[in-house]
C-alpha cells in the first residue's frame, strides 16, 4: 500500500455523538478524511456505522460533536444540523446500504436527479422554455449519459431503475451520487450482495474514480479482500465506539480489532 | 345471487299492499352472474398464462401494454391521432348545437372543467405523489373569487380569471407549509379536513357568501361588451375552457421533462434519496402543491361564470373524490391517460342518465375491475427517450478533462 500523501483535511469529525432515547448509537467518534484518500469504516453489525454516516450526511442530526467540511477552493464549514439537501450542495454525496433508487423512473433520469443541484432552473423559466433551461437540460442529458458510461449502464439508460440487476443497481445509485459534482464520497456497503467477479468490478470502478475525478471516498464495507485492498487507512467501530484506526496492515493485527470480530476466546 | 333476491325479485307494493313476485328478474340476475363471474375467471386465467409466458422468457422482462399504451408510445401515429382530436374539439361546438339546442356544448365544458381538474391534481397527486383528497376546495376557492369580486367590486371575468388562480395558488401555499411535513395517509387526512372547513365556511358565513343558498347570477365571460345569445355564450365559454385545457398540457408537459418535474417524480419515488441528492424538499413539495391549486382557482372562475350561479354543494368530498378518481383511472403522472379517464367519468354519466340509478354500482365496479387487472391506469406514464450522442462519447470523456 502506498504511503497517503496527506494533503488538505477535507472532513473532519470531532467526538461525534448520537442518541436515540437512552441508546447511544454514537459515541464520540472523531474521523479525518484527506484529500484523494479511500477511507473505510469498518466493524460488526450494529456498531453504529450507517448511523454515523446518516450524522455526517444530515439525515440525522448528531447530539454532540462536531462535522466540519473543508472543500478544496471552498470555505470551512459547521454542517451539523443542517439539511441534507444543502449538504450535497456543499459537496458531500453519498449512497445507500439499502439501494435506494427511485424506480419508476429511468436509469437516466436517475442520475439526472443528481444534477438538480447543480442547475438553477425555475419554474416560470421551465414553463417558457427559456434559454438557460434548454441548454441546462442538454448539459443534464450529456452528463448524465457520460457518468453511466463511466460506470458501465450506458446501454441500458432507457430502461426503468427497477429493471435493473442487483449490481448494475449498486453502479447506478454510484453514479447519481457522483452527479452531484462531490469532492468527498460516502459509500454505504456498495459491495453488499454482490458476487465475487462483481466485487472486483467494483474495486476496480472505486479506484478509477478516485483517479480520474480526484475525489475522497469513505466506504463502509464489510467485505474484508475489498477493503483491504483499496483502503488507504481504515476505521473500525465496535458498540457505537471508535476503536481503532489505522492503515489496512496495522488494522490486520490490531488485537482489539480481532477481538471485537472473532471474540474473546479466539484472541486468547 | 341470494342477496339481490329481496332487491330484484320482491317488490312490495305499498298502495295495494300487495307483494309483488317479478321472477323473471330472477334469470336475469343469474345470467349477468354467470356473465361476470365467467369474466372474471377467464381475466385471471389469461393473467396467470402471461404471467408464465413471461417467466419462461426469463430475460425479458417487457411489459405487457395495452392497445392504447401501444398507441400512446408510437410518436408518428400518437401525433396524428392527437391532431385529429384537437381538430374536432375546435370545430366541435358547431357541429352538435343549433340555436335552440347547445345542451351537448354545456356538457362538454363542464366535461373541460373537469379535463383541467383531473390534470391540476395531476400535478399534485401524480406527478409529486401527494395525496391530496380535498382538492375540490381549491376550486370553490376560485370560484368564490369570481362570484365576490364580481358581485361586489364589478370586476370583469378576465380580470378575476388569474386573480381566482392565484388566490388558489395562495391557499395551497398557506395550506401547504404547515403539512408538508406530513406523508401519505396523515396528508390524506388534513387536506380532507381542509375541504370539509372550506364548505362549512361557505355554508354558515351567509353575510359573505351566502350560505347554502349561494350566489347567484353571475356575469358570464365577456367578449369586448358584446351581446351575446346564449348559444353563443356557451360556445365561447368552451373555447376558453378548450384554451385552458391546451395551457395546462402544454404548462405540465413542459413542467414534467424538466428539472422541477424530475424532482417532483424523485420525491414521489424516494424521499430520503432524493433529499440526499440535493433536492429542497419544502420547496418542491410546495411547489407542486401550490401549482396544482392554481389551476384548480383558474378553472373555478370559469366554472362560476359558465354556471351563472355557485353553491357549496358543487364543492362536496364526492367531487374531489371524482376528480382523484381520474387521475387514478388515467394512469397516475400521465396526461394523456388523465384527459381520457376525465372525460370518461364526466361523459358518461351525462349521457347515461337512464341508468342513473346504478351508476355508482357500475362506477364502483369500474373501479375495482381496474384496480385488479389494470392498476398503473388506462395509460402508464410514458418513459421518455432522451436524445444523446452515443458515438461521440468517447470524444467527450477527454474533452472533460
Known amino acids: 500500500m502506498t504511503a497517503t500523501n496527506k494533503g488538505k483535511k477535507l472532513l473532519e469529525v470531532s467526538g461525534l455523538t448520537m442518541d436515540f432515547g437512552g441508546l447511544r448509537a454514537v459515541d464520540t467518534v472523531s474521523l479525518d478524511i484527506f484529500e484523494g484518500e479511500i477511507v473505510a469504516l469498518i466493524g460488526p453489525n450494529g456498531a453504529g456505522k450507517t448511523t454515523f454516516f446518516n450524522c455526517v450526511t444530515g439525515i440525522y442530526e448528531p447530539t454532540a460533536g462536531d462535522v466540519r467540511i473543508h472543500p478544496p477552493g471552498g470555505k470551512t464549514r459547521r454542517i451539523n444540523g443542517m439539511k441534507p439537501n444543502r449538504i450535497t450542495t456543499f459537496g458531500l454525496a453519498r449512497t445507500f446500504q439499502n439501494i435506494r433508487l427511485f424506480p419508476a423512473m429511468t436509469v437516466l433520469e436517475n442520475v439526472m436527479i443528481g444534477r438538480h443541484c447543480r442547475t438553477g432552473t425555475t419554474i416560470l423559466e421551465a414553463i417558457l422554455g427559456s434559454r438557460r433551461s434548454t441548454r441546462e437540460e442538454k448539459e443534464t442529458v450529456d452528463k448524465s449519459y457520460q457518468l453511466l458510461k463511466r460506470v458501465g449502464l450506458a446501454d441500458v439508460a432507457d430502461e426503468f431503475a427497477r429493471n435493473l440487476a442487483y449490481g448494475a443497481q449498486r453502479r447506478l445509485e454510484i453514479a447519481r451520487a457522483m452527479a452531484t459534482d462531490p469532492f468527498l464520497l460516502l459509500l454505504d456497503e456498495p459491495a453488499a450482495g454482490m458476487n465475487p467477479q462483481e466485487t472486483q468490478e467494483l474495486d476496480e470502478l472505486i479506484v478509477r474514480i478516485r483517479k480520474e475525478e480526484n475525489l475522497a471516498i469513505l466506504l463502509i464495507e464489510h467485505d474484508m479482500k475489498l477493503v483491504m485492498s483499496i483502503s488507504d487507512r481504515i476505521y473500525v467501530m465496535e458498540y457505537g465506539k471508535e476503536i481503532a484506526q489505522g492503515t489496512p496492515r496495522e488494522i490486520k493485527e490490531n488485537p482489539r480489532v480481532i477481538e471485537a470480530y472473532l471474540g474473546e476466546e479466539a484472541h486468547a | ?401
Not at chain 2, 401547504?176 to 372550506?198: E, H, K, M, N, Q
Not at chain 2, 351563472?308 to 387521475?327: E, G, R
Not at chain 2, 385488479?372 to 402508464?380: D, E, M, V, Y
Request: hydrophobic content about 55%.
Open chain 2, 1 to 401: 345471487m341470494f342477496l339481490t333476491l329481496p332487491l330484484m325479485v320482491v317488490r312490495v307494493n305499498t298502495v295495494s299492499k300487495e307483494v309483488e313476485w317479478r321472477w323473471s328478474n330472477l334469470i336475469w340476475v343469474g345470467l349477468c352472474a354467470f356473465a361476470i363471474a365467467w369474466f372474471w375467471q377467464f381475466s385471471i386465467e389469461r393473467r396467470a398464462s402471461r404471467r408464465s409466458q413471461v417467466v419462461a422468457d426469463t430475460h425479458v422482462v417487457e411489459e405487457k401494454r395495452s392497445l392504447a399504451q401501444r398507441l400512446a408510445d408510437d410518436p408518428v401515429l400518437s401525433r396524428r391521432v392527437l391532431r385529429v382530436a384537437a381538430a374536432v374539439a375546435v370545430v366541435f361546438p358547431w357541429l352538435v348545437s343549433t340555436d335552440q339546442n347547445f345542451y351537448h356544448v354545456n356538457v362538454m365544458v363542464s366535461a373541460l372543467i373537469f379535463v383541467v381538474l383531473g390534470l391540476g391534481l395531476n400535478i399534485t397527486v401524480g406527478l409529486a405523489g401527494l395525496l391530496d383528497l380535498g382538492y375540490i376546495a381549491f376550486f370553490a376557492v376560485g370560484a368564490y373569487t369570481y362570484a365576490l369580486l364580481s358581485k361586489n367590486f364589478d370586476l370583469g371575468f378576465w380580470t378575476c380569471l388569474p386573480l381566482g388562480g392565484l388566490v388558489g395558488m395562495l391557499f395551497g401555499v398557506v395550506l401547504g407549509f404547515p403539512i408538508l411535513r406530513l406523508r401519505g395517509d396523515y396528508l390524506a387526512i388534513v387536506t380532507l379536513g381542509f375541504a370539509s372547513i372550506t364548505k362549512i365556511v361557505l355554508e354558515n358565513w351567509d353575510t359573505l357568501f351566502g350560505g347554502a343558498a349561494g350566489i347567484a347570477n353571475i356575469p358570464r365571460p365577456d367578449l369586448f361588451g358584446m351581446a351575446l345569445n346564449g348559444r353563443q355564450k356557451s360556445v365561447y365559454t368552451y373555447y376558453i375552457v378548450l384554451a385552458l385545457v391546451g395551457l395546462t398540457i402544454l404548462v405540465t408537459n413542459r413542467l414534467k421533462n424538466s428539472r422541477i418535474g424530475r424532482a417532483w417524480m424523485a420525491l414521489r419515488e424516494d424521499e430520503i434519496a432524493s433529499v440526499a441528492m440535493g433536492v429542497d424538499m419544502a420547496r418542491t413539495k410546495l411547489s407542486a402543491y401550490a401549482l396544482g391549486a392554481f389551476w384548480a382557482g383558474l378553472v373555478g372562475v370559469v366554472f362560476a361564470a359558465h354556471n351563472n350561479f355557485i353553491n357549496p354543494d358543487s364543492f362536496t368530498f364526492m367531487d374531489s373524490a371524482m376528480i382523484l378518481a381520474m387521475v387514478v383511472l388515467g394512469g397516475m403522472g400521465s396526461i394523456l391517460g388523465v384527459i381520457i379517464a376525465s372525460l370518461a367519468l364526466k361523459l358518461l354519466p351525462e349521457y347515461l342518465r337512464a341508468f342513473a340509478e346504478y351508476r355508482m354500482v357500475v362506477f364502483g365496479a369500474v373501479m375495482v375491475l381496474m384496480m385488479i387487472f389494470r392498476p398503473q391506469g388506462l395509460i402508464n406514464n410514458m418513459r421518455r427517450k432522451y436524445e444523446y450522442d452515443t458515438v461521440e462519447g468517447g470524444h467527450d470523456d477527454d474533452s472533460n478533462k
